[in-house]
C-alpha cells in the first residue's frame, strides 16, 4: 500500500482547526473550502454534511482497510458507501463535527482522503487486470504505488494549477487510461529493460484531446523524474486565472505541440543530474490463503450463466478474477463490511475497484467460485443481470453532488429497466459501455469487439 506521509497527521489538525473557527464565525466558508476540498472533504447537498474520499491507487484496499471504512460509515451514520469511477472510495453524508476524527482513524489503517479533490495529484487510476493477465507487459501496481508515496509526501502535489491524474494500462495495445489523461504510462519492455511509453495532456472533459507522446520509452528509473517534471511544467505554465483552462492540455493549445513538448522536456532534463529522483518499485506483498471452510458445490444454471459472464481465468493456474457490480457503486457499511469479512479468507491481495464502479475479487481458487457466487447474491447485488446492463455507469449527479445539474443515475436507472424488459440478446454485446455526466448531461460509450 502507499505510504501515509509524515505530514498528514498535523495537515488533519490544521483542518480541525479550521472547522472550529468556522463552527464559531471566525473566518468564512471560503476560507474552509480551499483547505478541506485538497483534504478530501466535499460538501453534499444537505447542509453541513460532506463526502471523505478515500485514495485506493488503482482501487487496491485489503480486507482489514475495507472493514475499517464501513466500521467508520457506521459510526458517522452515513447514508452509503460509494464506490468512484477512479477505483477510489467514498463515505457520504458524514456531518463535519465527525469528518477530520475519521480521517485520523483511516490514517491508523493506512488510508488518507488528503488530494481526493481540489487542485491535486488525484487516484491513480491503473488497469485493473495488473498483476493477472498474461496479457501484461509487467505489473503496473507495484510503480503506481510508490509513484503516490512519492508524490503525496511533496506539498507541491497539493497547489497546482488545476488537478492533475495520472493512470496507468498494462500495455500499449489495449491502452485506454493512458490516452485520456493528464499523464498516461504504457508498460514497456526494451532490451530487457522496464519503462513506459508515456503521455502528458490527455482528457475527456471539455475541449478533450489525447495525450502527447512525451516518451516512446521512459526507463522505469526516470518515472518519479518524469512527473515531477510534469508537475514543475504544469506549474509555470498552467492558468492559475481561468479554472476552465487550467488543465494540462490548454498549455499543448496555447503554445502549440512542438513548443509545449520543447518545455516540458526542459523540465525534464533539468533534473536529470538528481539522483535522488531515481525510481524504483518493490513488489507488493501478497497474501494468498485457502479459506477454512470448504468449498460448495453449485451446479446450478445461474451459477454457471454468472461464470460465463463475470469470472476469468488469472495467469496463476488454478486463480479466478471476477467482476462483482454495485449498482451505481453504492451500498450500505453493513455490506461492504459482510463483503471485508468474507474476502479476508483469502488473504489480502482479493479487492480492486473497477472503473464501472463495481468490484473485482481476485486470487480465488476456482472451487470457491460458488461460495463467492452465492456469497454476492444473498447480498441482494445484481449478480444475474447480463454484463451490458452492469457496465452502465454515471456520476453521483444532483442527488448528492452541488456541482450535479442533472440526474444521472435516474437515467441509468431507467435505461437499465428498458434493457432488462426487452426481448434482446444481452450477452451478445458484453463489451458496450456508456457513460453519462451528471453536469452537462453528456455521455459517452465505448465498444470492442475484437
Not at 490548454?250 to 536529470?272: H, M, N, P, T, V
Not at 518499485?281 to 501478497?286: G, K, M, R, V
Not at 468449498?295 to 481465468?313: M, N
Request: proline content about 5%; glycine content about 8%; overall charge positive.
Amino acid at each position: 500500500m502507499y505510504k501515509i506521509p509524515s505530514t498528514l497527521r498535523g495537515d488533519i489538525e490544521y483542518t480541525e482547526s479550521l472547522i472550529q473557527k468556522f463552527k464559531a464565525g471566525e473566518i468564512k466558508a471560503a476560507q474552509l473550502k480551499s483547505n478541506r476540498v485538497p483534504m478530501g472533504i466535499y460538501k453534499q447537498r444537505k447542509n453541513n454534511h460532506f463526502m471523505l474520499r478515500i485514495r485506493c491507487t488503482g482501487g487496491l484496499i485489503t480486507p482489514a482497510q475495507l472493514k475499517r471504512v464501513a466500521q467508520i460509515a457506521r459510526k458517522d451514520y452515513a447514508s452509503h458507501i460509494h464506490i468512484t469511477t477512479r477505483q477510489e472510495i467514498q463515505i457520504h453524508n458524514v456531518d463535519i463535527v465527525d469528518a477530520t476524527p475519521s480521517l485520523l482513524e483511516l490514517a491508523k489503517v493506512g488510508l488518507a482522503t488528503q488530494g481526493g479533490g481540489g487542485n491535486t495529484i488525484r487516484n491513480m487510476l491503473v488497469n485493473d487486470l495488473g498483476g493477472i493477465s498474461d496479457k501484461e507487459v509487467f505489473d503496473p501496481y507495484p510503480d503506481a504505488i510508490e509513484l503516490t508515496s512519492r508524490l503525496i509526501a511533496e506539498k507541491d502535489s497539493f497547489t497546482m494549477p488545476r488537478k492533475l491524474k495520472i493512470a496507468f494500462d498494462i500495455n500499449e495495445k489495449d491502452a485506454n487510461f493512458s490516452l485520456v489523461n493528464d499523464f498516461g504510462l504504457q508498460p514497456k519492455v526494451v532490451d530487457g529493460q522496464r519503462g513506459f511509453k508515456a503521455f502528458l495532456g490527455g482528457s475527456v472533459a471539455t475541449n478533450p484531446h489525447l495525450g502527447w507522446k512525451v516518451f516512446d520509452f521512459l526507463p522505469e528509473k526516470d518515472l518519479f523524474r518524469a512527473l515531477k517534471a510534469a508537475k514543475n511544467f504544469f506549474n509555470k505554465y498552467g492558468n492559475r486565472k481561468n479554472r476552465h483552462k487550467a488543465r494540462i492540455r490548454y498549455i499543448f493549445y496555447k503554445y502549440g505541440e512542438e513548443e509545449a513538448l520543447r518545455k516540458y522536456q526542459e523540465e525534464f532534463d533539468a533534473l536529470k543530474g538528481d539522483p535522488s529522483l531515481d525510481f524504483t518499485a518493490s513488489p507488493l506483498p501478497t497474501e494468498r490463503k485457502t479459506p477454512s471452510f470448504a468449498p460448495i458445490i453449485d451446479e446450478s444454471k445461474e451459477f454457471l450463466t454468472w461464470k460465463r459472464r463475470y469470472a476469468r481465468e488469472q495467469k496463476q493456474k488454478g486463480l479466478f478474477y471476477a467482476d462483482i457490480p454495485f449498482l451505481h457503486g453504492n451500498n450500505t457499511a453493513d455490506v461492504f463490511e459482510a463483503v471485508a469479512d468474507f474476502l479476508s479468507a483469502f488473504g489480502s491481495d482479493v479487492i480492486r475497484f473497477t472503473p464501472r464502479q463495481g468490484l473485482q475479487i481476485r486470487n480465488i481458487p476456482e472451487a470457491y467460485l460458488p461460495n463467492a457466487y452465492q456469497f454476492f447474491r444473498g447480498l441482494g447485488l445484481h449478480v444475474d443481470d447480463p454484463v451490458i446492463v452492469s457496465a452502465l455507469t454515471s456520476c453521483t449527479g444532483a442527488d448528492t453532488c452541488r456541482l450535479g445539474i442533472c440526474l444521472p443515475k435516474g437515467a441509468i436507472k431507467a435505461i437499465r429497466r428498458r434493457l432488462l424488459d426487452s426481448h434482446l440478446d444481452l450477452d451478445k454485446i458484453p463489451d458496450f459501455q456508456l457513460n453519462i455526466n451528471g453536469c452537462r448531461f453528456i455521455g459517452y460509450v465505448h465498444c470492442d469487439y475484437s
